[in-house]
Every structure is written in structure tokens, then in C-alpha cells.
């Protein structure tokens, strides 16, 4: 396979998933006001920060208000909206349509389409909750055609490794500014809280078990009531869930075992996955959880670009 095109559908994956991870967000974030007392108050920017945006944003926004997140992360041209993802998913489908399935492509094409005719309404919250819950099936469609319809090789190893990774990173981040940022940034009735949300806190780990889908197995699998070491341990730690830190990672030690020189990748993992297994949250909840999860996010990144280095760059 040309280093190009392991590239492009290595890319295409990821981005289709971001694009998903960031619908799933934004859905959850809306409903969320739903669960809240009136008058509560919530932290919208902690969304950008879950992107890693918060720059971009400030450029352009003085205010971290509802509409103008939404707008941001929905659809203009800044790099990390759904709009640009799907287009970049799109652009990078178009280039490598001869390894994939040609429904899967059309199907992207489909959704870039319907995404761009339509995000618009979104930034509205009455039309917000169906239009996003479109734009997570398709992607969804989209995943589930190439898992039943493309041939093990190498193509579908990159797509594999480049879903998991970018599953792995946003699970993380998800928990960062969740124990960070997300918790402290609810206030009642506009009153800042020196103690954090109290009565809301379950509220706010249910609806981050929801943004990852993980609420009805978080359910099944721990039989306490939900709290955040419990919520925190099975994002990050849980072996079966498929959006948990740990099984996304396992999963790509096997994908690797069907790519050649791997070695450096595969010992990359090794240390990630080593720095998860090892992570004693009931200790870091009280001190250190939001160094952890900083650390293991720049472990995740050193995957990338491990595999950068491996398959996509050329040598020097």
C-alpha cells in the first residue's frame, strides 16, 4: 500500500469520528439543560476546550455563550467544526476510493451534502437534538459499512487504527474536562459554587457515560450508584468497553500485529497502555488526576506520531 494512501484512510477515519464524538457532544451538552434546575447555569466553553480550540475561539468570540459554541463547533471554517471534519473525511474518502467500498464512499459524500445544506439549523436548539442525532447515525452507517463490507488488509488496518486512536484521545479528554472544568463550571442561578455542582454532580457523569454512549454498560458492569471514580475508572480502564481508554488501545496492539515495521508503534503502546493499567484513580481524584490525564494524553499523541514517523512521512 502507497504510504499516501495509508495515510489519507488512516485520516479519513479519524476525522469521520471526531466529526461524531463532536455531534455526540454537543447533543448531550443541549440535553443536558434539560436535567438542570431553570437558572442553572452551564460552563459552554468546556466543550471547546474539549477540542482543544479554545484559542481559535477566543480569537474570535469574547463570550463562551451557548450560540456561539454551537456555531463553532457546528459549522464554520476553523479546523475542528463537523463541517470541516466531514469535508476533510469527504476530500480524503475521494482519494482513495479505489480500497474502499463504493457505498461507503457515496455514503460520506451523502452526509458531507446533507451536513452542509443543514447545520445551519442547529444552531438553533429546537431543530439541534434531531439534526445531530442524524449526522451520528450516518456516521455510524458509515463505520458499521466498512466493518461488514471491506476486506481485512491493510487499508482497513489504518481505518481500525485510526478510529481507535481518536476514540482513545477524545474518551480522555472527555474525562479531563470533566473532572477539571465541567464540574466546577455549573453555578445556580448565576451564583458561583466553592464546592462544585453538589446535588448535580450525578447529573453531569450521567450525561458524559451518554456523550460516549457508555451509560446503559457503565449500568450493567458497576452496580454503585454513579459516581465520578467509578465513571472514571470504566472510561478509562474498563478491558470490554469499545470507547474506554484501555480497550481502544488493546485493540490497536492487534491491528498492529497485521502491519509491518511496527515495532516502534507497538513498544509506544506498550508504555500508554502501561501508564493506564497503573493509574490509581481513587488516589488521583483526590490529588493529581487532571497531571495523569495530561500525561496520557501526550502519550496518545506520541502514538501518532509514531505512526506519522512509521508509515506516512518520508524518510530523512
Not at 431553570?38 to 459552554?44: C, D, I, N, S
Not at 468546556?46 to 477566543?58: A, R
Not at 475508572?233 to 496492539?253: K, N, W, Y
Amino acid at each position: 500500500m502507497l504510504s499516501r494512501v495509508a495515510e489519507r484512510v488512516y485520516w479519513q477515519a479519524r476525522y469521520l469520528e471526531r466529526a461524531e464524538n463532536t455531534a455526540r457532544l454537543l447533543n448531550v451538552f443541549s440535553t443536558l439543560l434539560l436535567d438542570l434546575p431553570p437558572g442553572t447555569k452551564l460552563g459552554w466553553r468546556s466543550l471547546v476546550e474539549i477540542t482543544g480550540t479554545y484559542q481559535d475561539f477566543d480569537a474570535k468570540y469574547k463570550q463562551s455563550i451557548e450560540r456561539n459554541v454551537v456555531r463553532f463547533l457546528l459549522l464554520e471554517n476553523n479546523g475542528c467544526s463537523i463541517l470541516n471534519m466531514l469535508s476533510m473525511t469527504r476530500e480524503n474518502a475521494r482519494t482513495t476510493r479505489e480500497v474502499m467500498p463504493s457505498e461507503a464512499f457515496e455514503r460520506i459524500n451523502d452526509l458531507y451534502y446533507f451536513a452542509k445544506d443543514n447545520l445551519a439549523d442547529g444552531v438553533s436548539r429546537g431543530p439541534r437534538h434531531q439534526l445531530l442525532e442524524q449526522i451520528i447515525a450516518h456516521c455510524q452507517q458509515i463505520s458499521g459499512l466498512m466493518a461488514s463490507a471491506m476486506s481485512r488488509g491493510a487499508a482497513y488496518s489504518f481505518i481500525r487504527l485510526g478510529r481507535n486512536l481518536e476514540r482513545a484521545d477524545m474518551t480522555s479528554r472527555i474525562v479531563d474536562v470533566g473532572s477539571g472544568n465541567l464540574l466546577p463550571a455549573l453555578s445556580n442561578k448565576g451564583v458561583p459554587s466553592e464546592s462544585g455542582p453538589g446535588p448535580y454532580e450525578n447529573i453531569l457523569w450521567m450525561n458524559i457515560l451518554r456523550s460516549l454512549s457508555g451509560y446503559q454498560m457503565y449500568r450493567q458492569h458497576v452496580k454503585h450508584r454513579i459516581n465520578a471514580e467509578d465513571v472514571v475508572i470504566f472510561l478509562l480502564q474498563d478491558e470490554d468497553f469499545p470507547r474506554a481508554v484501555m480497550h481502544t488501545l488493546t485493540t490497536i496492539t492487534h491491528v498492529l500485529k497485521k502491519l509491518p515495521n511496527s515495532s516502534k508503534v507497538e513498544k509506544q503502546i506498550e508504555k500508554t497502555l502501561r501508564l493506564v493499567q497503573r493509574g490509581r484513580i481513587d488516589k488521583l481524584l483526590l490529588n493529581g488526576l487532571l497531571d495523569y490525564l495530561d500525561e496520557l494524553q501526550v502519550e496518545i499523541a506520541t502514538v501518532h506520531q509514531k505512526v506519522a514517523d512509521t508509515w506516512f512521512l518520508p524518510n530523512s
